[in-house]
């Protein structure tokens, strides 16, 4: 069974460009999640969603930062424009969505950007 | 201050030792406390799940326990692989929410 898929894994690019990640959660996964990770942090979410419903942006910086899942599987997170600090790793888990309270989250490897 | 803090934050050991990697939270109430391990470069992968009635959960060499009282749960790992070096992640849930609760770490070396 294929894992929670990430693109790109890695993206370099300068101040004030747009830059967008995808994510593939794993199939059947009714809930993703996005995170950013800075170094040596744990996670911090930025957006849940269940199906296409986003169920949880309080985290995330509208002013810059959007995200859609249109179709209830894959997802995209746009930042526009980027900043230096938005340089961190951007990771998206898929989990069941079982509502169980111990539904297990499943990682994508991220994707590292680096904001010049 | 932290909900959920980790000590040591790095911890360095020989193949084949045991390490003991601790966990303290204040989130409360809270559904489960979960340990994940996160290879450089890679996302975390879930270790063991333990719900608040719970008080160790075993994987492998891994050994988690959980003290609801005292607000605290370890880690321990059984004769260390080089594989072993990772971080590891505390992670609490709060009751009735959705929301992980993530630690900031313990980045574990294990050398031959």
């Known amino acids: 069974e294929a894992g929670v898929v990430q693109s790109p894994r890695y993206k370099i690019i300068e101040k004030k460009q747009p830059v967008a990640f995808w994510c593939n959660p794993i199939?059947?996964?009714?809930?993703l999640y996005w995170y950013l990770q800075n170094l040596g942090q744990g996670p911090e979410l930025l957006i849940r969603y269940e199906n296409e419903e986003a169920v949880d942006d309080s985290q995330l910086p509208k002013d810059r930062f959007s995200a859609e899942r249109l179709k209830g599987v894959d997802s995209t997170l746009k930042i526009q424009p980027a900043e230096l600090g938005d340089s961190a790793v951007y990771l998206c888990a898929s989990s069941q969505g079982s509502g169980s309270e111990i539904d297990t989250q499943y990682f994508g490897p991220g994707t590292r950007l680096t904001v010049l | 201050k932290n909900q959920v803090e980790q000590s040591p934050q790095s911890l360095i050991i020989l193949e084949g030792k045991n390490c003991t990697l601790q966990?303290?939270?204040?989130?409360?109430?809270?559904?489960?406390l979960r340990w994940y391990k996160q290879d450089t470069g890679r996302g975390p992968v879930s270790l063991t799940i333990?719900?608040?009635?719970?008080n160790t959960k075993s994987n492998g060499r891994y050994t988690a326990t959980l003290d609801a009282d005292t607000k605290q749960s370890s880690l321990h790992i059984t004769a260390s692989q080089l594989s072993d070096s990772a971080s590891y992640i505390c992670?609490?849930?709060?009751?009735?929410?959705?929301?992980?609760?993530f630690g900031t770490g313990t980045r574990l070396q294990v050398f031959p």
């Open positions: 992670v609490v849930s709060p009751y009735n929410t959705d929301k992980l609760i």
């Open positions: 966990c303290n939270y204040t989130v409360s109430p809270f559904s489960n």
């Open positions: 199939s059947g996964h009714n809930t």
């Open positions: 333990m719900t608040f009635s719970e």
